[in-house]
């Protein structure tokens, strides 16, 4: 079991930057596939970005791909997301999940292991 806790949510201006984190805890985490998703409101969750274990591989959505850069520190149990040049679009619920699979997904249903989420809102 692995438990997920994200943070660095919060209010920010159009063109601003955020960093969100997330801890793991619970069983070892440097095997895992991690991967962030967000939700916005009305919205079906979606992918964002993904980075195997060894940060060898990573995937971006589109809609972040050259403004938000996933990383993690394997000795800290953390995973971050910078985000860049926000958006209002890039208003949502972001969540940390975690994949026992080694290949980098973009599909929800393949992570086995989710955070609460973070509220991040960007003001026009």
């Known amino acids: 079991q692995v438990q997920l806790v994200e943070s660095g949510g919060g209010l920010v201006q159009a063109g601003g930057s955020l960093r969100l984190s997330c801890a793991a805890s619970g069983r070892t985490f440097s095997p895992y596939t991690m991967g962030w998703f967000r939700q916005a409101p009305g919205k079906e969750r979606e992918f964002v970005s993904a980075?195997?274990?060894?940060?060898?591989?990573?995937n971006y959505a589109d809609s972040v791909k050259g403004r938000f850069t996933i990383s993690r520190d394997n000795a800290k149990n953390t995973v971050y997301l910078q985000m860049n040049s926000v958006k209002p679009e890039d208003t949502a619920v972001y969540y940390c999940?975690?994949?026992?699979?080694?290949?980098?997904?973009?599909?929800?249903?393949?992570?086995?292991?989710w955070g609460q989420g973070t509220q991040v809102t960007v003001s026009s």
């Open positions: 980075i195997s274990w060894s940060s060898s591989g990573t």
């Open positions: 999940a975690a994949d026992r699979g080694v290949v980098v997904r973009r599909t929800a249903s393949e992570y086995d292991y």
